[in-house]
């Protein structure tokens, strides 16, 4: 740290994010990106906006919000693209809570929330996951504070169904919710045809998971016409070209080939039950994942010890030190190919166990 550095800063810890190696191939099944390939339309016109890339690009993202609203069924006053939907769970820290409206999310989730609160300064309150790593809903209900959930969960993959959102809507009517669904294509349901009704809900989504635009970093917000606006505020106080050309123009082609993104979701799908059977029968415990990891916990080797091992293998997966979940692994669902591997080295290990 410099001697310059600001107070404001100088006891903030920084979100760690997952490994991204460059010293072997690994089977990498650590950062739930997906397994596929973008579609080649996306590819192609990422190419072609190259060729401007003299000019700015469009800070609205106008093509892009405009296929985004069709797609959802709202109007594109109620939509929002920034750079990840990391920067829009930021500019919704920063646009909805301060001294008054301190945030609240379980103790269990995206480890960015506790990050983006301490970078605005904002009070947040954790409420602990119940034992069975299900939502504590009746705390949060009319918990008068800004709440974030991501749903499905993460890193549990466990998820809520949109009569379990509304109750938070309707129990919060003055506190924005924000329902962070990166994970929400492979298998839950989305809130999004809650945003008419509910002034106060706020959908957060992103092309790096099911539409496999990791690289590309596009996330999108859903709410209503007024907390969009609110976003549009700071999106225009702090990078109004938050969204460049290539990146725009791949979204919009992705946006043009939906059935490439669905197909690819249910392929996951098929792959996390196929995954997490396999696992069953070697003895872990897994959680009902809607998403496109798996968080398992083995009866014969630790948390720590099976990522060591798995790396040592050349297979990446994430774990986590916190308390409550270090038995655990987070396994990133990918193609079949990946699976097979990464099944036969946890068998290779749970050999040596004994
Ligand atoms: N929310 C959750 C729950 C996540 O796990 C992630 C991925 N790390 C994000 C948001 C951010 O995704 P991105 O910025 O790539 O859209």
Same mark, same amino acid.
Not at 25 to 34: D, F, G, I, P, R
Not at 194 to 200: E, Q
Not at 248 to 263: H, K, P, S, V
């Given at each position: 740290m410099s001697r310059f550095f600001s107070e404001k800063y100088k006891a903030l810890t920084p979100y760690t994010p997952g490994e991204q190696p460059q010293d072997m191939?690994?089977?990498?099944?650590?950062?739930?990106?997906?397994p596929f390939p973008p579609c080649e339309a996306a590819v192609a016109a990422a190419a072609e906006a190259a060729k401007k890339l003299q000019l700015y690009p469009d800070p609205d993202c106008r093509a892009l919000t405009a296929k985004l609203a069709e797609i959802y069924g709202?109007?594109?006053?109620?939509?929002?693209?920034?750079?990840?939907?990391?920067?829009?769970?930021n500019f919704a820290f920063m646009a909805y809570c301060d001294a008054n409206h301190p945030a609240v999310f379980p103790d269990i989730t995206y480890g960015f929330y506790p990050v983006f609160a301490a970078l605005n300064g904002v009070p947040y309150e954790e409420i602990p996951?119940?034992?069975? @790593? $299900?939502?504590?809903?009746? +705390?949060?209900? %009319?918990?008068?504070? !800004?709440?974030?959930i991501a749903n499905p969960n993460a890193p549990t993959g466990i998820a809520l169904t949109p009569e379990e959102i509304e109750s938070l809507l309707k129990t919060n009517p003055d506190n924005v919710v924000v329902i962070d669904e990166a994970y929400?294509?492979?298998?839950?349901?989305?809130?999004?045809?809650?945003?008419?009704?509910?002034?106060?809900l706020l959908v957060v989504q992103t092309f790096s998971?099911?539409?496999?635009?990791?690289?590309?970093?596009i996330g999108f917000g859903i709410g209503s016409p007024a907390l969009i606006a609110d976003l549009n505020t700071v999106k225009y106080s702090t990078n109004p070209y938050n969204i460049n050309?290539?990146?725009?123009?791949?979204?919009?082609?992705?946006?043009?080939?939906?059935?490439?993104?669905?197909?690819?979701?249910?392929?996951?799908?098929?792959?996390?039950? @196929? $995954?997490?059977?396999a696992? +069953?029968?070697? %003895?872990?415990?897994? !959680?009902?994942?809607?998403?496109?990891?798996?968080?398992?916990?083995?009866?014969?080797?630790?948390?720590?010890?099976?990522y060591q091992e798995l790396k040592k293998r050349g297979v990446l997966i994430r774990h986590f030190?916190?308390?409550?979940?270090?038995?655990?692994?987070?396994?990133?669902?990918?193609?079949?190919?990946?699976?097979?591997?990464?099944?036969a080295r946890v068998r290779e290990i749970l050999e040596e166990q004994v």
């Open positions: 191939q690994y089977v990498k099944l650590n950062t739930n990106e997906s709202v109007s594109p006053a109620q939509v929002i693209v920034n750079n990840g939907s990391d920067e829009t769970l996951l119940k034992a069975d @790593f $299900t939502i504590d809903l009746p +705390r949060f209900r %009319g918990v008068g504070k !800004t709440i974030f929400v294509d492979f298998g839950a349901q989305s809130a999004v045809g809650l945003v008419n009704k509910y002034d106060n998971k099911s539409r496999s635009m990791a690289g590309a970093r050309r290539m990146t725009a123009a791949a979204g919009l082609a992705c946006l043009e080939n939906e059935e490439i993104t669905r197909r690819n979701c249910r392929t996951v799908a098929e792959n996390r039950a @196929f $995954t997490v059977a696992l +069953r029968e070697l %003895g872990f415990a897994c !959680t009902d994942s809607k998403a496109n990891f798996i968080f398992a916990k083995s009866d014969k080797i630790g948390g720590r010890a099976l030190d916190k308390e409550r979940i270090a038995d655990y692994i987070r396994i990133t669902v990918g193609s079949r190919e990946q699976m097979d591997i990464f099944l």
